[in-house]
């Protein structure tokens, strides 16, 4: 089931920033492991999802200087929804990659929980490939086109 905003961003008339190549075999392969399997991509999902939040907390400030820390907390939670992460995982087709455990249930596969893991993940790998900068620069242009 497509979230609303899943479809907004697969309507939107701008093409998404293009993603940063993973040429590392090694990264590449536990981005798209599931949890259910060994090698997973859970140690890269929470880095991920640290330098999401430090990227989304720095564009929201260089955005507007001025924001309470109250504000910008509210806003960050806005921007780091699992239904948004889940979304932009959406419309980079990242949850197909993704490798389960032949046991698991179809049903249980594609969850916002799974795709939002995945995308934070990606996040994590991109940071891993290349460091801070490059995954800064991918995701305030995420962050600018989103914000259109």
Known sequence: MA????????????PLPELPQIKTVQIWDEVFTHQSL????????ILGQNV?????AEWLID??????HEELRVRSNE?????????FAMAYDLPQL????KNMPPMSK????????????????VHREYGFDTVKEWLYALMDWDNV
């Open 63 to 68: 955005a507007d200087p001025a924001l309470s």
């Open 38 to 45: 060994p090698n997973n991509n859970g140690v890269l999902s």
């Open 52 to 56: 999401l939040a430090t990227c989304v």
């Open 3 to 14: 979230s609303i905003y899943h479809t907004t961003y697969r309507n939107a008339q701008h």
């Open 110 to 125: 594609f969850t916002i929980e799974n795709e939002a893991a995945v995308f934070e993940a990606f996040v994590g790998a």
């Open 79 to 87: 921007r780091l929804q699992r239904t948004m992460l889940s979304a």
């Open 98 to 101: 993704l490798r389960f455990a």
